[in-house]
């Protein structure tokens, strides 16, 4: 059964305090990781997919890295409106139809000016 | 950019009620999942869909329901609401892909009284 553990539960940050979010996944065969922002009352909104292990991807603020056992989301040099909950995701191989994904619990950031 | 879009923002109703709560995407996609969403609990799956008129069992379906007559359009249904069915859903879609993220609707927070 696939597994997806997020750390730090929450996290508060000065205005460009740099960091780092973790996600731990244990998955049968990887087929994507995939992190995910959440404002409070809204649906989660797509960041990034990592396919492969040493694979990265950025944008604006925020680069997301990929090991075998684990991902990273860096924020560098946030501000208050990174604020939100970080979301992370895997599917694995699985023979059954579908594209189940397995969430983690999420990291809840804020960033205070 | 694909849409999902969930019927009601907010809902109220009674203990005893049947509810249904309506969710519509608009790229075609094949796969479409519900969710609920709860502190402490994060995102867990009800039931999710990857054809017309195919439905599997997530990881909580006991107390609820769901209709796929049409590609567009995943119905979740309350058979007959209780209190702890209080909370916030979440409906999502994806192609039938695998390693294909999913995009969100914005949520329904369904109070049952």
């Known amino acids: 059964e696939d597994q997806v553990t997020q750390s730090p539960e929450a996290l508060r940050l000065q205005e460009g305090e740099s960091s780092s979010l973790n996600c731990s996944y244990t998955v049968s065969g990887l087929r994507g990781l995939f992190w995910y922002r959440q404002d409070p009352g809204k649906g989660p909104e797509f960041l990034f997919t990592l396919y492969s292990a040493g694979e990265e991807k950025e944008k604006e603020r925020l680069k997301a890295t990929l090991t075998k056992k684990e991902s990273f989301l860096h924020i560098t040099a946030p501000k208050p409106e990174d604020s939100a909950t970080y979301l992370c995701?895997?599917?694995?191989?699985?023979?059954?139809?579908?594209?189940?994904?397995?969430f983690g619990g999420g990291t809840r950031v804020l960033v205070k000016p | 950019d694909v849409k999902v879009t969930q019927s009601s923002r907010y809902l109220v109703k009674r203990t005893g009620e049947k509810v249904f709560l309506e969710c519509v995407q608009d790229m075609d996609h094949e796969n479409m999942f519900w969710y609920r969403q709860d502190p402490g609990l994060g995102l867990r799956l009800i039931y999710f869909?990857?054809?017309?008129?195919?439905?599997e069992k997530g990881d909580i379906p006991e107390g609820y329901s769901v209709s796929r007559e049409k590609k567009e359009r995943f119905s979740l249904i309350l058979e007959s609401a209780s209190t702890n069915q209080t909370s916030m859903y979440l409906c999502?879609?994806?192609?039938?892909?695998?390693?294909?993220?999913?995009?969100f609707g914005s949520g329904t927070r369904l109070t049952v009284v």
């Open positions: 995701a895997v599917r694995g191989f699985y023979k059954a139809a579908g594209n189940k994904l397995t």
């Open positions: 999502a879609s994806s192609l039938g892909v695998e390693g294909y993220g999913y995009t």
């Open positions: 869909s990857y054809d017309v008129k195919m439905k």
